[in-house]
């Protein structure tokens, strides 16, 4: 509870999106993160409706530029080859991500995703995942590349594309807001 307004304190997340990300992936992480209490802001790289790789059009929260020096509990990278490679591109999203994991915030990949944590310097020694082959070009490749569907390294989480999608998020959930909210979530989405 915040003490100022006697209300309960609400996690936030950011989702940046960028042209050619992948629907199921941000879709997901959106609702299952408003599901698990989080107040989500989606971010497009400029203003205006952001295109999925499948044609989905996303018309986000903010633009990056907006949201730039706010901080948030958790950051969420949605995937898509060529989304991952424009969130990578983007100055501004590094450097938002490089203070986010020096400040403790929990950092998320999925899919094509970890490239823009690779990017951004961000993988050094730590045990990852992705989509087969995304992280392949990168050099010097300094991580610890592990199959599991979902792979938590301290505070950074990666995934490896939208058949993982719902695990991803609700182990996102899991790590910051506790298993009880995740089972809470889980339950009301009646998964085998």
Known sequence: MSAESGMPHHPTALVPLATGFEEIEAVTLIDLLRRGGFEVTVAGLSAGSVTGAHGLAVVPDAS?????????????????????????????????????????????????????????????KRRVTSYPGALDNIVPATWIY????????????????PGTAMDFSLSLIEITRGLRQRRRVESLLKRP
């Open 64 to 124: 990056l530029t907006m949201i730039a020096e706010r901080s948030y509990t958790l950051i969420a990278l949605p995937g898509g080859s060529a989304g991952a490679d424009r969130l990578a591109s983007d100055q501004r999203l590094r450097t938002l991500l490089q203070h986010a994991v020096a400040t403790g915030c929990i950092v998320g990949a999925i899919c094509a995703a970890p490239r823009v944590l690779a990017r951004a310097g961000l993988l050094d």
């Open 146 to 161: 592990c199959n599991d569907p979902v792979v938590i390294d301290d505070r950074l989480v990666t995934s490896r594309g």
